[in-house]
């Protein structure tokens, strides 16, 4: 016991020495010693990018009247800080912030993705942070200036959303085809669960703190077959063993989830054409564990727990014009659907959009929207919808 | 039952070959893929979900954060990255 506590007096003290010496010594040495881990001078590269949009909508159901509005807020702003550390390094951020120049409006700021990319090799890239999943092509990718129909598709917006944890990414080439894939573990979502019954069985997603010890697992990949990647394909997936509290009645409720999609353009000249198309699905499963719990037995009905939504657009442009006029203009027409467990007390009848879209691109990221949706509903009256999205990425 | 297995395993042999060809076959790099332009990999790649970029909108560093941006959205190889890249840097100016 002595010797122990003489020999860490002894560490201690030697350390400082060594520290005093080193201090000494540098403001006696005339040379500069290299800091460890130094890139070379301009390694870092910085570009802060972004949007702005703003969005009219008028909404209109048959047998009651049209109503007008700037959507949740008349304007919204996004944030993308991106940062090339080094040449292996990479940092992607993006932030959205909403906000109100009404009186008395306010600004709501969230945090959509920040993630730190470490190159592996030339096909993998490890990966760390809150992320959106690749799960198809619409969530991350098709859902903002790149959406092309200016609404969002009703039967998206219910699979894998944003993830805390850490993945590995990449994509190569396989002859005249190329291959991507992706691989991750993340938090995973989590089961509500509450006394009213209002969102039992929904899924939450972006969860910081895990809400038990295991962790979702999930992947895509996919292909573009033809050597100049006009057409992509692709099958992602997640499962979650445990999305239930952990200790509760419903932790061992599990969840899965899939997403197929395709991606086609080509030029027709003088026509560019765009064909897009997804459909995903999740099933929560062992539910009927749920309605034959103690507390929830005599208040909520047994239901199969599955959700399902898909929709196909395509648009097509006069790329190929000589008039500006025409060749910046591109019309669009989109189906969709979404697909909820009926007998939920969340649930629904399915819907159906129907979407007539014309965009005007001032330039490649900068298009105005006039959109026309038409949702239907068995049961429901029809609603309709013009839209109006103006929306300059920089 | 034995001439069930047979066919079995030998379409079982068939498909992992097929297999085993495609994969080693598709190690190769062909020709004319590696030999695209930076210029062309930006027209094909570039339009496959927003519209092809202008390579004037951004300068020398600020492509070097984009592309990194774009190879992990879009999945590009790591020679499709350079290439673009290098190509966007020399039309910008």
Request: aromatic fraction near 10%.
């Given at each position: 016991?002595?010797?122990?506590?003489?020999?860490?007096?002894?560490?201690?003290?030697?350390?400082?020495?060594?520290?005093?010496?080193?201090?000494?010594?540098?403001?006696?040495?005339?040379?500069?010693?290299?800091?460890?881990?130094?890139?070379?001078?301009?390694?870092?590269?910085?570009?802060?990018?972004?949007?702005?949009?703003?969005?009219?909508?008028?909404?209109?159901?048959?047998?009651?009247?049209?109503?007008?509005?700037?959507?949740?807020?008349?304007?919204?702003?996004?944030?993308?800080?991106?940062?090339?550390?080094?040449?292996?390094?990479?940092?992607?951020?993006?932030?959205?912030?909403?906000?109100?120049?009404?009186?008395?409006?306010?600004?709501?700021?969230?945090?959509?993705?920040?993630?730190?990319?470490?190159?592996?090799?030339?096909?993998?890239?490890?990966?760390?942070?809150?992320?959106?999943?690749?799960?198809?092509?619409?969530?991350?990718?098709?859902?903002?200036?790149?959406?092309?129909?200016?609404?969002?598709?009703?039967?998206?917006?219910?699979?894998?959303?944003?993830?805390?944890?850490?993945?590995?990414?990449?994509?190569?080439?396989?002859?005249?085809?190329?291959?991507?894939?992706?691989?991750?573990?993340?938090?995973?979502?989590?089961?509500?669960?509450?006394?009213?019954?209002?969102?039992?069985?929904?899924?939450?997603?972006?969860?910081?703190?895990?809400?038990?010890?295991?962790?979702?697992?999930?992947?895509?990949?996919?292909?573009?077959?033809?050597?100049?990647?006009?057409?992509?394909?692709?099958?992602?997936?997640?499962?979650?063993?445990?999305?239930?509290?952990?200790?509760?009645?419903?932790?061992?409720?599990?969840?899965?989830?899939?997403?197929?999609?395709?991606?086609?353009?080509?030029?027709?000249?003088?026509?560019?054409?765009?064909?897009?198309?997804?459909?995903?699905?999740?099933?929560?499963?062992?539910?009927?564990?749920?309605?034959?719990?103690?507390?929830?037995?005599?208040?909520?009905?047994?239901?199969?727990?599955?959700?399902?939504?898909?929709?196909?657009?395509?648009?097509?442009?006069?790329?190929?014009?000589?008039?500006?006029?025409?060749?910046?203009?591109?019309?669009?027409?989109?189906?969709?659907?979404?697909?909820?467990?009926?007998?939920?007390?969340?649930?629904?009848?399915?819907?159906?959009?129907?979407?007539?879209?014309?965009?005007?691109?001032?330039?490649?990221?900068?298009?105005?929207?006039?959109?026309?949706?038409?949702?239907?509903?068995?049961?429901?009256?029809?609603?309709?919808?013009?839209?109006?999205?103006?929306?300059?990425?920089? | 039952?034995?001439?069930?297995?047979?066919?079995?395993?030998?379409?079982?042999?068939?498909?992992?070959?097929?297999?085993?060809?495609?994969?080693?076959?598709?190690?190769?790099?062909?020709?004319?893929?590696?030999?695209?332009?930076g210029a062309q990999l930006w027209g094909e790649n570039c339009n496959r979900c927003h519209n092809v970029v202008d390579p004037k909108t951004f300068g020398d560093d600020q492509w070097d954060a984009a592309t990194e941006h774009m190879r992990q959205k879009a999945l590009l190889t790591d020679r499709e990255v350079s290439k673009i890249r290098d190509f966007l840097k020399t039309a910008n100016k």
């Amino acid at each position: 016991m002595k010797t122990k506590r003489t020999f860490i007096l002894l560490m201690c003290l030697s350390l400082l020495m060594l520290g005093l010496v080193d201090r000494i010594m540098a403001q006696t040495d005339s040379t500069t010693a290299p800091v460890p881990n130094s890139p070379q001078g301009g390694a870092e590269k910085m570009l802060l990018a972004g949007e702005v949009s703003t969005l009219w909508q008028n909404n209109k159901v048959v047998g009651a009247p049209s109503t007008n509005t700037f959507a949740a807020s008349p304007l919204g702003l996004m944030l993308m800080p991106l940062v090339k550390l080094n040449d292996r390094l990479f940092l992607d951020v993006q932030v959205a912030v909403t906000a109100n120049p009404a009186p008395g409006g306010g600004a709501v700021a969230s945090l959509n993705e920040a993630i730190i990319y470490y190159r592996l090799t030339p096909a993998a890239y490890v990966f760390a942070g809150s992320f959106q999943p690749r799960s198809g092509i619409y969530e991350g990718i098709l859902d903002d200036f790149t959406n092309r129909y200016c609404t969002s598709p009703v039967g998206m917006g219910i699979g894998v959303q944003t993830e805390s944890g850490i993945g590995i990414q990449g994509g190569f080439q396989a002859g005249y085809s190329k291959v991507l894939y992706q691989l991750y573990i993340a938090n995973g979502p989590q089961l509500s669960v509450d006394s009213t019954g209002a969102h039992n069985g929904q899924l939450n997603y972006g969860n910081y703190i895990d809400n038990n010890k295991n962790k979702a697992v999930g992947g895509e990949i996919g292909v573009l077959p033809f050597s100049n990647s006009s057409l992509e394909l692709g099958i992602s997936g997640q499962y979650t063993p445990k999305t239930g509290d952990a200790g509760s009645l419903f932790e061992n409720t599990s969840s899965t989830s899939i997403a197929t999609y395709l991606n086609y353009y080509h030029v027709f000249n003088p026509v560019m054409v765009r064909i897009q198309g997804q459909y995903e699905y999740t099933q929560t499963q062992n539910f009927k564990l749920y309605s034959n719990s103690s507390d929830t037995a005599t208040l909520f009905p047994s239901f199969d727990n599955k959700i399902s939504g898909w929709f196909g657009g395509a648009t097509v442009r006069l790329s190929g014009s000589r008039r500006t006029l025409l060749s910046n203009l591109e019309l669009g027409g989109r189906v969709g659907q979404l697909i909820l467990p009926e007998n939920a007390l969340w649930g629904a009848k399915p819907l159906n959009q129907t979407t007539v879209c014309l965009t005007y691109w001032f330039t490649w990221k900068t298009p105005l929207n006039l959109a026309y949706d038409m949702y239907t509903q068995s049961g429901s009256p029809t609603q309709t919808q013009i839209t109006v999205r103006g929306m300059w990425f920089f | 039952m034995k001439s069930k297995i047979k066919i079995k395993t030998t379409v079982a042999i068939l498909a992992i070959g097929i297999a085993s060809a495609a994969i080693i076959n598709g190690c190769k790099v062909p020709e004319e893929i590696a030999n695209k332009s930076g210029a062309q990999l930006w027209g094909e790649n570039c339009n496959r979900c927003h519209n092809v970029v202008d390579p004037k909108t951004f300068g020398d560093d600020q492509w070097d954060a984009a592309t990194e941006h774009m190879r992990q959205k879009a999945l590009l190889t790591d020679r499709e990255v350079s290439k673009i890249r290098d190509f966007l840097k020399t039309a910008n100016k």
